[in-house]
């Protein structure tokens, strides 16, 4: 029963709120200046080409140098002011130098969408805490340098948008996925720390939190422990409609909420529901979740040394393992997740399935 009344009221809430931010306006993006990390493939591509639709100049930067190229030239096709910077957000410089990149190229920075992740499957025993230092370097302490960097830029010229892309992994942690959901907890904190003592502007931080999205980007993720096993089931998650979001789609309301200073924005009512269920009721999210791994997920293996998806093979026959993750695959050659100059999109390490 409390479930129940539990679930019925931050239904209500969800349904209630959304409403309400749908009156909110959303502000002209025309002419101002956007940083997007993680931005030569996937998720931060689109982000990158829902801007640039909206008026935006770009200033795009992930690791593969040719990838980001790719990803520029595609949206310059398009009519697009864009300037690519390749670089490592995990070093400590990077963030001054993005930063200065782009006062250097438009004179100011108005936009900084902090979208870089990495992913690794597989049990806590597969994880060693060299796998957690790195996702915290890059999803954690990469968005927070590059906030500080460009905090006082924005507070100069009067105005400026943070955006820091979490994860329903950063407001319910999910087995398997530990490294990820840890990095993605503290992402978290930072960005509603960072709304909270910046208050309604003239600086505003939005935290946006994904489900699972069919990037395609689940070829690149690693996994590790019962390798091929964990890639069947993420793979299907990243693929089947009912569980996964059309990435476009995400890209799309991402950018509304950016334009309307939301503090935040779910993807998904579902997810909504089930990111206030956990903090409302933990004492049953948990059991709740270790059952789940019981009969779904693979049992640890002693083998832990992680292979990136594009390299294992699916437990399921193949053709219906190709049949249930045909839009996954789509998405994956679309979205430039297969490391082929994009016919239709294009994308960056870190674009993750899971944002």
Not at 192 to 203: D, I, Q, T
Not at 324 to 344: K, M, V
């Amino acid at each position: 029963m409390r479930l129940s009344l539990a679930a019925i009221t931050m239904a209500g809430a969800a349904a209630a709120v959304a409403a309400y931010r749908r009156r909110r306006p959303e502000d002209d993006l025309a002419g101002e200046v956007a940083l997007v990390t993680g931005a030569s493939r996937g998720l931060g591509l689109l982000i990158a080409t829902e801007l640039a639709g909206r008026g935006c100049r770009l200033l795009l930067c992930a690791r593969d140098g040719a990838e980001l190229e790719r990803a520029a030239d595609r949206l310059r096709s398009t009519g697009a002011e864009v300037a690519a910077v390749a670089c490592d957000v995990t070093r400590e410089a990077s963030a001054g130098q993005l930063v200065d990149a782009a006062r250097e190229r438009y004179g100011r920075l108005d936009i900084l969408v902090n979208n870089a992740g990495i992913i690794r499957v597989g049990p806590v025993e597969s994880a060693s805490a060299a796998d957690y230092e790195a996702a915290l370097a890059t999803m954690t302490m990469a968005p927070v340098r590059l906030a500080l960097a460009a905090l006082p830029v924005m507070r100069a010229q009067g105005h400026g948008r943070i955006v820091t892309i979490t994860s329903i992994g950063g407001k319910l942690s999910v087995p398997h996925l530990l490294p990820y959901s840890t990095a993605k907890f503290a992402a978290v904190g930072f960005s509603e720390g960072l709304r909270a003592e910046l208050g309604r502007g003239p600086v505003t931080v939005t935290t946006v939190v994904p489900g699972l999205m069919r990037t395609g980007s689940h070829v690149r993720a690693e996994f590790a422990g019962r390798k091929n096993q964990e890639f069947t089931w993420f793979s299907l998650g990243a693929s089947l409609p009912l569980v996964s979001m059309d990435a476009e789609r995400a890209a799309r309301q991402i950018v509304a909420a950016i334009a309307a200073r939301r503090p935040e924005v779910f993807l998904t009512p579902a997810g909504q529901v089930v990111g206030r269920l956990a903090g409302l009721v933990p004492e049953l999210t948990a059991p709740v979740l270790h059952a789940v791994q019981n009969i779904a997920l693979p049992d640890p293996d002693p083998d832990g040394a992680a292979v990136p998806g594009r390299e294992l093979h699916p437990t399921l026959p193949g053709s219906v393992f190709a049949a249930l993750t045909s839009l996954g695959r789509a998405a994956a050659a679309r979205f430039n997740e297969l490391g082929r100059t994009p016919g239709s999109g294009g994308g960056n390490r870190g674009s993750d399935p899971v944002a």
